[in-house]
């Protein structure tokens, strides 16, 4: 059984930085494409970022320039960096993995879940 934990939510103010963690039980975690999405109240989740087990990646265009994927094999851990925090960015976000060979920003590429991390971003 494969298990995601994610963590490093919080609190911040609008313009901050953020880096989630997502650790991944997974004794073959180097070869899983990983993403984050993200959902916020009252709205469907959202796709944010995604990097295959080759280290390809993929944003939407309205993530690109302030979001980046990155992972840790060594660790079993995929990142999100957040940069220039907006109170829009609030949202559950949570991590995903999955055997698509390319970047998906698709659900339905992805078998596991997180339980999500909450990042609230205040004005």
């Known amino acids: 059984q494969v298990q995601l934990v994610e963590s490093g939510g919080g609190l911040v103010q609008a313009g901050d930085s953020l880096r989630l963690s997502c650790t991944v039980s997974?004794?073959?975690?180097?070869?899983?494409?990983m993403a984050w999405f993200r959902q916020a109240p009252g709205k469907e989740r959202e796709f944010v970022a995604a990097?295959?087990?080759?280290?390809?990646?993929y944003y939407p265009v309205s993530m690109e320039g302030r979001f980046s994927i990155s992972r840790d094999n060594a660790k079993n851990t995929v990142y999100l960096r957040m940069n220039s925090l907006k109170p829009e960015d609030t949202a559950v976000y949570y991590c995903?993995?999955?055997?698509?060979?390319?970047?998906?920003?698709?659900?339905?590429?992805?078998?596991?879940w997180g339980q999500g991390t909450q990042v609230t971003v205040s004005s």
């Open positions: 995903a993995a999955g055997r698509t060979v390319v970047p998906s920003g698709r659900e339905e590429s992805y078998d596991y």
């Open positions: 997974a004794r073959t975690f180097s070869n899983y494409a």
């Open positions: 990097l295959t087990s080759l280290d390809s990646t």
